[in-house]
T-cell receptor, first 114, second 111 residues
Framework: EPEVTQTPSHQVTQMGQEVILRCVPI?????FYWYRQILGQKVEFLVS????????KSEIFDDQFSVERPDGSNFTLKIRSTKLEDSAMYFC????????????FGQGTRLTVV | AQKITQTQPGMFVQEKEAVTLDCTYD???????LFWYKQPSSGEMIFLIY??????QNATEGRYSLNFQKARKSANLVISASQLGDSAMYFC????????FGTGTSLTVIP
């Protein structure tokens, strides 16, 4: 059983539109990380979320990005005005409290900006 | 600064043979974790194996083993008895306050 489910699995959006990517954990996840992977490139850290607050963010995570936990369980990554270069695979990675020896990623959302 | 280096962009291995994928890292943290992930063409990131910096023994998970040489700062992945389904991208990663990933190695298993 997967630790986390990401929706949608694939989204195509027009440049300038807002997108919301969702991450649904099973339970007991304390930390949440978001990563992106531009096609053919390495995985890059975006933001970490702990106890309903951003604990760290990279320089990629500019004002166009935001993260929330709107209903106390799901985690969302919002891109306000998408650009062509936002096209990538987006992964969420939850970490349960006290567990540091495993790190499961969601299956990813493939975002295509046209 | 933390850094992960994978110097093999592509590797080929004959089915049923063993293969070693290289990974070196750099960190000043005394405590860290090293991970390997498999990414098939479908795109998901599959966790394979973990090695803690203080672990005395090399980690093993089925056909996967991690050759951890702390003094050399290397954490190579060994896949034994390669299968056609092992063909994928493989990423080495290090966890500090976030994950730092290498650029990956594309493994192709030849029948």
């Amino acid at each position: 059983e997967p630790e986390v489910t990401q929706t949608p699995s694939h989204q195509v959006t027009q440049m300038g539109q807002e997108v919301i990517l969702r991450c649904v954990p099973i339970s007991n996840h304390l930390y949440f990380y978001w990563y992106r992977q531009i096609l053919g490139q390495k995985v890059e850290f975006l933001v970490s979320f702990y106890n309903n607050e951003i604990s760290e963010k990279s320089e990629i995570f500019d004002d166009q990005f935001s993260v929330e936990r709107p209903d106390g369980s799901n985690f969302t990554l919002k891109i306000r005005s998408t650009k062509l270069e936002d096209s990538a695979m987006y992964f969420c990675a939850p970490v349960r409290e006290g567990e540091y020896t495993e790190a499961f990623f969601g299956q990813g959302t493939r975002l295509t900006v046209v | 600064a933390q850094k992960i280096t994978q110097t093999q962009p592509g590797m080929f291995v004959q089915e049923k043979e063993a293969v070693t994928l290289d990974c070196t890292y750099d960190t000043s943290d005394p405590s860290y974790g090293l991970f390997w992930y498999k990414q098939p063409s479908s795109g998901e990131m599959i966790f394979l194996i973990y090695q803690g910096s203080y672990d005395q023994q090399n980690a093993t998970e089925g056909r996967y083993s991690l050759n951890f040489q702390k003094a050399r700062k290397s954490a190579n992945l060994v896949i034994s008895a390669s299968q056609l389904g092992d063909s994928a991208m493989y990423f080495c990663a290090m966890r500090g306050n976030q994950f730092y990933f290498g650029t990956g190695t594309s493994l192709t298993v030849i029948p």
